[in-house]
Nanobody, 118 residues
Framework: QVQLVESGGGLVQAGGSLRLSCAAS????????MGWFRQAPGKERELVAI???????NYADSVKGRFTISRDNAKNTVYLQMNNLKPEDTAVYYC????????????WGQGTQVTVSS
């Protein structure tokens, strides 16, 4: 079994920064894609950023130039550096990992709240 544990959410003023982390543990052989999604109240979950095993990144248009996704393969961890935060970034942020262990499947983190005040 594989577990993802997120950290780093909180309350910040507009223009501020936060760094989210998501670490995987358990029986895993390889982590393929890693990513971050978010879900605001009353809205569907949406992709924020994704990073492949080769380091290729892709971002939602709404966060380009403000957010940076990165990964540390030695620590089985993905990060999301969020700068110049806006009130519309307020949401629960979920990490996602495509993991190969005895099988290949997708795992989700428990979610961490990010609140940006104006």
């Amino acid at each position: 079994q594989v577990q993802l544990v997120e950290s780093g959410g909180g309350l910040v003023q507009a223009g501020g920064s936060l760094r989210l982390s998501c670490a995987a543990s358990g029986m895993l052989l390889r982590i393929n894609d890693m990513g971050w999604f978010r879900q605001a109240p009353g809205k569907e979950r949406e992709l924020v950023a994704i990073i492949t095993s080769g380091g290729t990144t892709n971002y939602a248009d709404s966060v380009k130039g403000r957010f940076t996704i990165s990964r540390d393969n030695a620590k089985n961890t993905v990060y999301l550096q969020m700068n110049n935060l806006k009130p519309e970034d307020t949401a629960v942020y979920y990490c996602l990992m495509d993991v190969t262990s005895t099988t290949r499947r997708t795992y989700w983190g428990q979610g961490t709240q990010v609140t940006v005040s104006s």
